[in-house]
């Protein structure tokens, strides 16, 4: 059975970091291409990051050299180190695999406000 447990939001203001992390069960992690979402408040859910089995990853244009996704296959666990971070970040960011599985977990909330 799946499980994501994602942690780490809270409030900041503009320009200072976040590391988000999240939980897998089973083996996941290890045999799957993983993700960072977010969805702001009235918009849709993207994908922000994501990390391939092998390490390879992919960034949306908007976060590309503020956020850094990474992950310990020992571990069950992906991160997403935050940078630099802005107001239109905001929003309940989610792991999952890419393409995702129709479970989510509760997700981990961030606002980004002075």
């Known amino acids: 059975q799946v499980q994501l447990v994602e942690s780490g939001g809270g409030l900041v203001q503009p320009g200072r970091s976040l590391r988000l992390s999240c939980a897998a069960s089973?083996?996941?992690?290890?045999?799957?291409?993983m993700g960072w979402y977010r969805q702001a408040p009235g918009k849709a859910r993207e994908l922000v990051a994501r990390?391939?089995?092998?390490?390879?990853?992919n960034y949306i244009d908007s976060v590309k050299g503020r956020f850094t996704i990474s992950k310990e296959n020992a571990k069950k666990s992906v991160y997403l180190q935050m940078n630099s971070l802005k107001p239109e970040d905001t929003g309940v960011y989610y792991c999952?695999?890419?393409?995702?599985?129709?479970?989510w977990g509760q997700g981990t909330q961030v606002i980004v406000s002075s």
């Open positions: 089973g083996t996941i992690l290890s045999l799957n291409t």
């Open positions: 990390i391939s089995p092998s390490g390879i990853t």
């Open positions: 999952n695999r890419f393409p995702n599985y129709d479970y």
